[in-house]
């Protein structure tokens, strides 16, 4: 009966998620040309999600062992911390630079080298040695910018170069999500669980069977996918680099959108860090797996919601709405933690009224994240320079990198209050950026599609003002 409130809210998330697959047609996808074309197009869409999917699958199996795992090897809180901190200041140290490689040398070769440096940076995990498990981690930060940013890049100009809709380009952003943030997400809880506790094979196990997953992807890139390129006409990265801060600095559309985005996601992975804390605050047996399950499972509603919501309207619109209720959401959190007093006859036992009420809070802000991620990816494919996109995305990537890195490293010094206060700040600067967002794009239709030779196009935001007449 412990459980039992867990799977009512599951429930509360599965049944219209379900009804809405249902109406919609899980196989659906519009294009707006022969029938030629769109089997085309789903054949296309169909190659992308089985090899992201299979990434997203190797990611997700290592993020609920990596701390137990250094536990394991006998390494202390901050040291741990240490650990943590290397990865995201990897990424926001070397993230901008692959991110450019990424457009210079090839968005294939920059996926190819994701494949490679997270399977290295797994088989790390089989060393106790401080030194070989940064290195991991260093890797891992590595990887994750390439994860973020050159399967993105690869995705967009291939569709365009290709002579796909911008709806079916929504659509796949949606299933990717659905499926690559959401079901992969839960199969890969599942899955660590019985290779750690039902075969008993060590918590490097989740590591080496996301090698595997890793690999298999690798070969489907290395087989199907053709090579494209951002900007082949500079010469060195600083000239790349400048461009893309040019483009920035000139497009208001631009800035915005690196501003809504660094905002959103650092409240998003400061989250992570927090709901523990929050829901248990005295050391309450709280369900980590059940909770889990109920947080991907309402992204994947939320990720299922964008490709309605993109159906019928305009990103720049809908998020105004999306940020408000994430705000909200987050209220919540914020307001039970102003209570810090502590009862020490809780610990142990099951999940307060107080807990409850988190949990549906934390389910409401996860089906935002949902809605967030596909149309971000819509948004940025709108925006984005396709010659810069790559080093564009690893830029906006740099304040939430620091971010994160700062919380790290300071969490115990901050009140669980004062963290939630910062986090709901960061949801209404994003939607005051989408209100302006929304205001200057009105009327006008950016397009970044690829260049056919791979070459550079203008270097900047081009309204098409045909369809503002």
């Given at each position: 009966?412990?459980d039992?409130?867990?799977?009512?809210?599951?429930?509360v998330?599965?049944?219209?998620?379900?009804?809405?697959?249902?109406?919609?047609?899980v196989?659906?996808?519009?294009?707006?040309?022969?029938?030629?074309?769109?089997?085309a197009?789903?054949?296309?869409?169909?190659?992308?999600?089985?090899v992201?999917?299979?990434?997203?699958?190797?990611?997700?199996?290592?993020?609920?062992?990596?701390?137990?795992?250094?536990?394991?090897?006998?390494?202390?809180?901050?040291?741990?911390?240490?650990?943590?901190?290397?990865?995201?200041?990897?990424?926001?140290?070397?993230?901008?630079?692959?991110?450019?490689?990424?457009?210079?040398?090839?968005?294939?070769?920059?996926?190819?080298?994701?494949?490679?440096?997270?399977?290295?940076?797994?088989?790390?995990?089989?060393?106790?040695?401080?030194?070989?498990?940064?290195?991991?981690?260093?890797l891992g930060?590595?990887?994750?910018?390439?994860?973020?940013?050159?399967?993105?890049?690869?995705?967009?100009?291939?569709?365009?170069?290709?002579?796909?809709?911008?709806?079916?380009?929504?659509?796949?952003?949606?299933?990717?999500?659905?499926?690559?943030?959401?079901?992969?997400?839960?199969?890969?809880?599942?899955?660590?669980?019985?290779?750690?506790e039902?075969?008993s094979?060590?918590?490097?196990?989740?590591?080496?069977?996301?090698?595997?997953?890793?690999?298999?992807?690798?070969?489907?890139?290395?087989?199907?996918?053709?090579?494209?390129?951002?900007?082949?006409?500079?010469?060195?990265?600083?000239?790349?680099?400048?461009?893309?801060?040019?483009?920035?600095t000139?497009?208001?559309?631009?800035?915005?959108?690196?501003?809504?985005?660094?905002?959103?996601?650092?409240?998003?992975?400061s989250?992570?860090?927090?709901?523990?804390?929050?829901?248990?605050?005295?050391?309450?047996?709280?369900k980590?797996?059940?909770?889990?399950?109920?947080?991907?499972?309402?992204?994947?509603?939320?990720?299922?919601?964008?490709?309605?919501l993109?159906?019928?309207?305009?990103?720049?619109a809908?998020?105004?709405?999306?940020?408000?209720?994430?705000?909200?959401?987050?209220?919540?959190?914020?307001?039970?933690?102003?209570?810090?007093?502590?009862?020490?006859?809780?610990?142990?036992?099951?999940?307060?009224t107080?807990?409850?009420?988190?949990?549906?809070?934390?389910?409401?802000?996860e089906?935002?994240?949902?809605?967030?991620?596909?149309?971000?990816?819509?948004?940025?494919?709108?925006?984005?320079?396709?010659?810069?996109?790559?080093?564009?995305?690893?830029?906006?990537?740099?304040?939430?990198?620091?971010?994160?890195?700062?919380?790290?490293?300071n969490?115990?010094?901050?009140?669980?209050?004062?963290?939630?206060?910062?986090?709901?700040?960061?949801?209404?600067?994003?939607?005051?950026?989408?209100?302006?967002?929304?205001?200057?794009?009105?009327?006008?239709?950016?397009?970044?599609?690829?260049s056919?030779?791979?070459?550079?196009?203008?270097g900047?935001?081009t309204?098409?003002?045909?369809?503002a007449?």
């Open positions: 009966m412990e039992l409130f867990y799977y009512i809210c599951w429930s998330i599965v049944l219209p998620m379900s009804a809405l697959v249902w109406r919609e047609g196989a659906a996808i519009s294009d707006h040309g022969s029938a030629g074309t769109a089997a197009a789903k054949s296309f869409r169909n190659n992308y999600l089985a992201y999917s299979l990434q997203m699958l190797g990611d997700w199996l290592q993020g609920p062992y990596v701390y137990a795992l250094y536990e394991h090897y006998g390494y202390s809180p901050a040291q741990i911390g240490q650990l943590f901190i290397a990865g995201f200041g990897s990424s926001m140290l070397f993230g901008t630079f692959v991110g450019a490689l990424a457009d210079k040398a090839g968005r294939k070769k920059a996926a190819l080298g994701y494949v490679l440096t997270y399977s290295l940076s797994c088989v790390t995990k089989h060393s106790p040695n401080y030194w070989v498990l940064m290195c991991g981690r260093v930060g590595i990887a994750t910018s390439l994860l973020y940013s050159a399967f993105e890049s690869w995705l967009v100009a291939e569709h365009f170069k290709r002579g796909f809709s911008e709806q079916a380009l929504g659509q796949t952003f949606s299933w990717a999500v659905f499926l690559g943030n959401g079901l992969m997400a839960i199969g890969a809880g599942f899955l660590g669980d019985y290779l750690v039902k075969l094979l060590g918590r490097v196990a989740p590591f080496d069977a996301a090698i595997v997953f890793m690999l298999i992807g690798g070969v489907i890139i290395a087989l199907t996918w053709t090579e494209n390129y951002g900007d082949t006409t500079s010469h060195d990265l600083t000239a790349q680099f400048t461009k893309a801060w040019e483009v920035i000139a497009d208001p559309c631009v800035a915005l959108l690196g501003a809504i985005q660094a905002m959103f996601e650092a409240a998003m992975y989250f992570v860090f927090l709901w523990t804390m929050s829901m248990s605050p005295n050391k309450e047996a709280i980590h797996g059940l909770i889990f399950v109920n947080f991907m499972t309402a992204s994947m509603l939320g990720s299922f919601l964008a490709g309605m993109m159906k019928r309207a305009r990103p720049e809908y998020m105004k709405g999306v940020f408000a209720v994430a705000a909200c959401a987050l209220v919540v959190p914020l307001v039970l933690a102003l209570d810090t007093s502590k009862d020490p006859k809780l610990k142990g036992k099951p999940i307060t107080s807990g409850k009420l988190q949990l549906v809070s934390f389910c409401v802000f089906t935002c994240v949902g809605v967030f991620w596909p149309s971000m990816m819509k948004l940025r494919a709108d925006y984005v320079p396709e010659e810069l996109r790559a080093t564009i995305i690893n830029i906006f990537r740099i304040p939430l990198n620091l971010f994160v890195c700062i919380v790290l490293g969490v115990e010094a901050f009140p669980l209050a004062g963290m939630f206060g910062l986090c709901v700040a960061f949801m209404v600067v994003s939607f005051v950026g989408q209100v302006q967002l929304d205001r200057l794009s009105s009327g006008k239709q950016y397009y970044h599609k690829a056919s030779d791979g070459g550079e196009l203008d900047k935001a309204p098409d003002l045909a369809g007449s």
